[in-house]
């Protein structure tokens, strides 16, 4: 391994988050954001429509924009990519596709006992139902009545619908509508400049599932094409219409059903062979790589009810991928999937969309987090979910946090782009040591759906979730005993597999041992491939039970006597699997171990972000001396290796909370001096304050209450101010903003309603004057805006933050001591944007419940959180000045309310936020997050699984008319 390129990885291994086109564009900003960008440690983009663009998508302007960027970023050493939507799913190019009736989204739609005569029927059958059992077919006392319906239009798809994937010509209307506009726009670009293309959440309708926009109950429904009924006689040799109860109901309390696997199938080959194929070809031929994700990868049950074998299409990408939504989403087997499906095929780069619907409170901590155990499975392609080209409107609600410069922290998002393109450089390094194949059984899933076993991808069915639950535990139990394996899904093995040598080969991959679990049914061509494994030495066991059908049918018996046979436990499991190369004596440490032509690679990560590991074993398997390659600061270290044994180097280590380490055996460290990790010991002493402190940007004041009045009609009482505009859309018939809104680039293709005439008053008290108060807005090309009755002149003002934010000095004598009223006058047209407003000076705030109260600013900060301390709405930097106590050579800062921090400039992430320290006086910066300044302040889950727009109008119990705050700023400190 190269130690230079370590420690200086290019471009191809680091981020290129999704740049989020979602305002009017402008030329010279768009190029500013790519030079910060750069700054950030980004390796380029993804240039990306999303909800609040003005400017017309696929308009002229929009070319001319993609091509300057493209054109810019390789004029500076980055790459820019295109993203292939409207917002998301690709397919319906903002609705020009889907504007087209017969290349709508359909499906099949069971309606029991109807009371109408019904609309394209398809077929009916009278039977008796208890629940989604079905017995007496064709002579019970109710009807199941079958027709083909039309997805429902939705604003998110600018009012027309998601296309139909499996029909190939929609598919081709797409290609015409989007790809080859840029081919004729960006002529020599694509495939230079343009490295490639995204294409995001494709997919073939929901399953039964009740996750559509069918009906009210779409678990009702079952995806359907026009070639659906002739495809499925062709293939399967049988008539699907006579089989439809089945297919959604339980024929005679039977679970296991043919028809059921047989139509899944019919799904995915069509949806491969009409959407995915044709778009990597069209990709091909222009010379992109093409690289995204299907619709919802989070488990089998996901996977089944939307797209089917995930792993089947990413053969059908230059660089496929996943999203991995949220901070604290572990579904680690999907990028297993990927990986393993990426080295069956010969694919070298991974990609995963990542850190989307994280919220502005996610720390630096959380970033290394999410991305840790998915560089440690192979993601080399980190896609930042998201970086926003503006704040404006609804846009500052698109699932923040903004990975860019509206972020207080941009300045050293560096640390965490050089850490993660350290690590993806080395785990790409050389092959895996990987012997062992695991049979996927997402085709058990798919033989057994049926009316409502899972709804809005939330599994119902008990029987299912017994089986996602053994899925979990046979991931955990391999990775957390650091057995590397491979998932091999049954339709690749039987196109891919093959016996060489005594061992199994799947296209590029090969595997001394194959593990069946948690699988009910599978292909009999999947046991021919195994019974002649087993017979030229190979070893096949079933842990658990062994499947009772083959292709979903009883008519076989599953040959138990041919393969070893183990129960379902840890011990079991791991007692035949492939002997371990690389060992960490420790829980919740997963590993991964890589075979270079210098030597070993092995990762070991501590997926337990709330406990460190201390005075660990590791042994590996080599006679090779062994360095530490620290990813975070690029240092290269030998390890104190202990006495040798049989072959194996052990030496100790520990793992911070989170921590992840990297070791390489290879001749080249021979004349490195071995050092052992320095740790902290013993509890220190803790500081306690009050420290002088500076803030990076003015204090703020967030004002996102108002009294109103329509139309010149009576005051109304204060109400959240987004609440107010939902309210006015609602009163005049207009979709309401959120994630669903149509797009304002559509919106103004047609005239723009006027609806009423609104005013807007905002209070606050100031009890001590400050020496200057500015005002911050949005638009105010749209508003009048008076203070305590003075007209505020709105001519002039500075940027705040983002591009979207006005500041405008309040003159002198405009505010008074006790209560102050700003007032707001606007039209109020279909594309207006009522939004909280700002105040910004040298100034405390205190709150009283909803009230602001404008104080002095405190002299000095105690330890703690500054919410109390006159800072609640504070997002920049805080430096407080910390004296060192007398011999003390470190400081630890345990707990903090911010992203990171600097401690006499060093950057610290994450645990163990340890630094030396020299001299009488420490200058720890606090880089907070934007959260207690942009939302959601009144939801009252604080910590919600995922955050999106949604979360800023809560109701109810989960709304708060008082702020409601993360704590923030230095909360615990101390040295020794």
Known sequence: MDIDKFKNPGIEWRGKPFWSWNGKLDKDELLRQIDIMKEMGMGGFFMHSRTGLETEYLGDEWFELINACADYAESIGLEAWLYDEDRWPSGLAGGIVSRHPEFRQKAILLEIDPVDDGKDVIAEFFCDLDGVVCTNLGSGKQTLRFSVIEQGASGFYNGYTYIDTMNRAATEAFLKSTHEKYAAKCGGRLGKSIKGIFTDEPHRGALLDGFSMYRDDGAFCAPYTPVLFEEFEKRFGYDLKQKLPELFLQVDGKRISQVKWHYVELLQQLFLENFAIPCKEWCDKHRLSLTGHVLHEDNLTAQTAMSGSVMRYYEHMTAPGVDVLGEHNKNYWIVKQLSSAARQAGKKQLLSELYGCTGWQMPFAGHKAVGDWQALLGINFRCHHLSWYTMRGEAKRDYPASILHQSAWHKEYSHVEDYFSRFGLMMAQGKPACDLLVLNPVETFWAQVHLGWSKGLGLQDEHLKTLEDKYRKLFTWLLESQVDFDYGDEEMISRLGNVENGMLKVGCATYKTVLISGMETIRSSTLRLLEQFAAAGGKVVVAGNAPEFIDASSSSEFPVSSFESVAFSKDAVLSVVPERQAVVDAPDIFGQLRVTDDGLIFAALNVDRDERRKNVNVRIKTNLPVAEFNCETGEVKRVQELPASNGWKTFKTGFPKGGQRLWVASEKFLSLVPVDRVTSSGEGKVLDGPFEFKLSEPNVCVLDSAGYRIDRGDWQ????????????????????????????????????????????????????????????????????????????????????????????????????????????????????????????????????????????????????????????????????????????????????????????????????????????????????????????????????????????????????????????????????
């Open 717 to 976: 009482p204060e109400k959240d101010v987004l609440k107010i505009d939902r309210q006015i859309r609602k009163e005049h018939g207009v979709l309401r903003r959120g994630g669903e809104m149509l797009q304002p680039w559509f919106t103004a293709t047609q005239p723009i309603k006027e609806l009423c005439d609104i005013e807007l008053r905002y209070s606050f008290e100031i009890q001590t004057m400050p020496q200057w108060i500015d005002l911050v807005i949005e638009e105010p090309e749209n508003f009048t805006v008076t203070l305590n009755g003075n007209l505020l002149d709105l001519s002039q003002t500075e940027r705040w933050i983002d591009i979207a934010f006005h500041r405008v000095r309040i003159p002198d004598g405009f505010a008074n001591i006790g209560n102050n009223e700003i007032v707001l006058k606007t039209p109020y047209r279909e594309n207006s944007n009522l939004e909280a407003v700002y105040l910004l000076g040298e100034f405390g705030v205190q709150l009283s419940g909803a009230v602001r109260n404008i104080v002095p600013m405190p002299e000095t900060l105690e330890m703690g959180d500054i919410c109390e301390q006159g800072f609640p709405f504070y997002s920049g930097a805080i430096s407080y000045h910390i004296p060192v106590p007398e011999n003390a050579r470190k400081i630890c800062l345990p707990e903090i309310g911010g992203a990171c921090v600097r401690v006499n400039g060093q950057i610290l992430g994450w645990d163990p936020f340890e630094a030396e320290v020299d001299g009488e006086l420490a200058e720890v910066d606090v880089v907070l997050s934007r959260r207690n300044t942009f939302g959601p302040l009144h939801d009252t889950e604080r910590v919600r699984p995922w955050n999106g727009p949604d979360h800023w109008l809560t109701e109810g119990a989960e709304y708060s008319d008082a702020p409601l705050l993360i704590p923030s700023g230095l909360l615990k400190a101390v040295s020794w």
